[in-house]
């Protein structure tokens, strides 16, 4: 099982909105809406921001936002802050031998 | 308050073996599954396996299928990540997290993480 394909790097400015890409197959992200999305501060243990596909934990601020169109899942930031600045996984379900994919992952820089 | 809390650092041979715990509370222990996620150094996160405390069931990963044993003992809300004949390439952080499902990866409440060194 591949790992879902992320840009290395985005960065933006404070205040705007940034989108990280997530690329998988019609086997992962294309056939379930199980995908998750991590945050990481240098370490730290990953944070859940956004669960399938578009879900929000309670406790997650709404500047983030999840999307999914056909094999390729998104996250947006909008009103970047610099608490921001971190590397961002995607990870999807597959329902094969082995269960989840994460993808290769996005750090984000708050210019 | 939801806690897991995992084991110390570890350093071992190449062939050696690794028993890491995560120990939890705050919650009901055999209500949700239990996932062992890897991270090697600068690198991304790689699922290894789950267990589910209820009934001690498991699911390992295809690349860590023979290599990896996830355990749980109820009587201390503890689950148990073991991995053998390690190699250099093991070396990362070892990180438990919970989740209500085995679909959807809701992993709500993580470990703090376990560095595991592999070196001779």
């Known amino acids: 099982q591949s790992a879902l394909t992320q840009p290395a790097s985005v960065s933006g400015s404070p205040g705007q909105s940034i989108t990280i890409s997530c690329t998988g197959t019609?086997?992962?992200?294309?056939?379930?809406?199980?995908v998750s999305w991590f945050q990481q501060h240098p370490g730290k243990a990953p944070k859940l921001l956004i669960y399938?596909?578009?879900n929000r934990p309670s406790a997650v601020s709404s500047r983030f936002s999840g999307s999914k169109s056909g094999n390729t899942a998104s996250l947006t930031i909008s009103g970047l802050q610099a608490e921001d600045e971190a590397d961002y996984y995607c990870?999807?379900?597959?329902?094969?031998?082995?269960?989840?994919?994460f993808g290769t992952g996005t750090r984000v820089t708050v210019l | 308050q939801v806690q897991l809390v995992q084991s110390g650092a570890e350093v071992r041979r190449p062939g050696a073996s690794v028993k890491v715990s995560c120990k939890t509370s705050?919650?009901?222990?055999?209500?949700?599954?239990l996932h062992w996620v890897r991270q090697a150094p600068g690198q991304g996160l790689q699922w290894m396996g789950w267990i589910n405390p209820n009934n001690g069931g498991t699911k390992y990963a295809e690349n860590f299928q023979g290599r990896v044993t996830i355990t749980r003992d109820t009587s201390v809300n503890t689950a148990y990540m073991e991995l053998t004949s390690l190699k250099s390439d093991d070396t990362g952080v070892y990180y438990c997290?919970?989740?209500?499902?085995?679909?959807?990866?809701?992993?709500?409440?993580w470990g703090q993480g376990t560095l595991v060194t592999v070196s001779s």
């Open positions: 990870c999807s379900y597959t329902g094969s031998s082995t269960l989840y994919v």
């Open positions: 705050g919650y009901t222990f055999i209500g949700y599954y």
């Open positions: 019609s086997d992962d992200v294309g056939y379930y809406n199980y």
């Open positions: 399938d596909v578009r």
């Open positions: 997290a919970r989740t209500e499902y085995t679909t959807s990866l809701y992993a709500d409440h």
